[in-house]
Nanobody, 123 residues
Framework: QVQRVESGGGLVQAGGSVRLSCATS????????MGWFRQTHRKEREFVAA????????NYADSVKGRFTISRDNAKSTVYLQMNSLKPEDTAVYYC????????????????WGQGTQVTVSS
C-alpha cells in the first residue's frame, strides 16, 4: 500500500517561511518523480513544484519561482517544499503527489496523493 504522510503546515505571517515534508512508503521512492500541488476552496488544485527522480531537475509554477524550493532525500523517501517570502495568497492546502518515472506538472499525471497539510499566511 502506497502511503504519503505530509507535515509542516501551520500558521505563519506574511514574509515568513515554512518547510513542508512528505514521507512516502510502499514504493521504490527513487523511481518516482514527486510533485507539490495546492488548493483553496475557491480554486481547483494547482501545480506548485515538481522534482525528478534523482533530484537534478525541478519545475516551478511562475507564482512561486524564486520563493519556493523543492528537494528530496531518496535515502529517507521524503520530499520537501521550502517556502520563503510567503504571501497571503499562498494560503492553501498543500498536497504531495507521486508520479512514476518522469517529472510532470499536470494533476492528472500523478497517481498517488497525500492527505494534504494546511498552510495559512496571515497579513
Amino acid at each position: 500500500q502506497v502511503q504519503r504522510v505530509e507535515s509542516g503546515g501551520g500558521l505563519v505571517q506574511a514574509g515568513g517561511s515554512v518547510r513542508l515534508s512528505c514521507a512516502t512508503s510502499g514504493r521504490t521512492f527513487s523511481t518516482d518523480a514527486m510533485g507539490w500541488f495546492r488548493q483553496t476552496h475557491r480554486k481547483e488544485r494547482e501545480f506548485v513544484a515538481a522534482i525528478n527522480r534523482s533530484g537534478s531537475g525541478t519545475n516551478y509554477a511562475d507564482s512561486v519561482k524564486g520563493r519556493f524550493t523543492i528537494s528530496r532525500d531518496n535515502a529517507k523517501s521524503t520530499v520537501y517544499l521550502q517556502m520563503n517570502s510567503l504571501k497571503p495568497e499562498d494560503t492553501a492546502v498543500y498536497y504531495c503527489a507521486v508520479r512514476p518515472y518522469n517529472i510532470a506538472t499536470t494533476e492528472l499525471d500523478y497517481d498517488y496523493w497525500g492527505q494534504g497539510t494546511q498552510v495559512t499566511v496571515s497579513s
